[in-house]
């Protein structure tokens, strides 16, 4: 009897003080607040996973077909190709082949091609970095006349450089980004001068195998802990 005169208070309250009934269920019955995520031990994890925003430092040297030069040699001031606008654009594109029978079930699929290509915008340059960027140029330094002279095109110039081309982004928390190839600027450059405008240089690198394996870029992301 007691029971049910329970139940029946219960069920009278329930109706004529129908919010406070609901907020009374829901406190009581809620589910306990989940414990707070733990963070993965491996602090690294977190520079791995980054929004990166901005542009970066592009440096170009000659590469002679030795061994990837140390960090510390390739990002120096000279090596610096200059300021640039509009960042940089590393694109890669395999060509694949599939081997289809007649019913059209893939039997197998492999790459037959790959191409790197790396570009970006030079806003501050001179005629060494035109060298640069030029499969086949050469360039004279004449310290009497304080001339530096390029001399592009001619017969029987078959050979084409190669340069070490990378781009380095600074995330904010100091850590860095690196983009690598060996490459020939094969594809040439174009040179506007227009007015109220500045002169951007269209630099075009694409990537030929450094090593044994046909490595055509390499991209190093630092996974140390800032600090």
């Not at 406190?27 to 980054?50: G, I, N």
């Not at 610096?80 to 029978?101: N, R, W």
């Not at 190669?162 to 094969?186: E, M």
Request: net charge negative; proline share 4%.
């Amino acid at each position: 009897i007691a029971t049910v005169h329970s139940l029946d208070l219960l069920l009278y309250f329930s109706l004529t003080h129908y919010p406070l009934f609901i907020l009374f269920f829901f406190l009581m019955y809620r589910r306990p607040p989940r414990a707070t995520p733990l963070y993965s031990s491996a602090a690294s994890d977190v520079y791995k996973r980054q929004v990166i925003l901005g542009s970066g430092d592009l440096f170009v040297m000659s590469y002679t077909g030795e061994a990837i030069p140390e960090d510390s040699v390739i990002e120096t001031t000279s090596n610096q190709i200059g300021h640039i606008q509009g960042g940089a654009t590393l694109e890669y594109k395999p060509t694949d082949y599939s081997v289809v029978d007649d019913m059209g079930a893939v039997l197998k699929r492999f790459i037959t091609e790959e191409e790197v290509t790396l570009k970006s915008g030079v806003l501050t340059w001179g005629v060494n970095t035109l060298a640069k960027l030029c499969p086949a140029g050469a360039l004279t330094e004449d310290s009497s006349t304080h001339k530096s002279t390029l001399k592009i095109g001619g017969r029987g110039k078959t050979g084409i450089s190669k340069v070490l081309a990378r781009f380095v982004h600074t995330y904010d928390t100091g850590l860095k980004l690196r983009i690598t190839i060996v490459a020939t600027a094969s594809s040439g450059f174009t040179l506007a001068f227009a007015k109220d405008k500045e002169t951007v240089i269209d630099a075009e690198l694409k990537a030929v195998p450094h090593d044994t394996d046909g490595t055509l870029v390499v991209i190093e992301q630092d996974t140390r802990t800032a600090g």
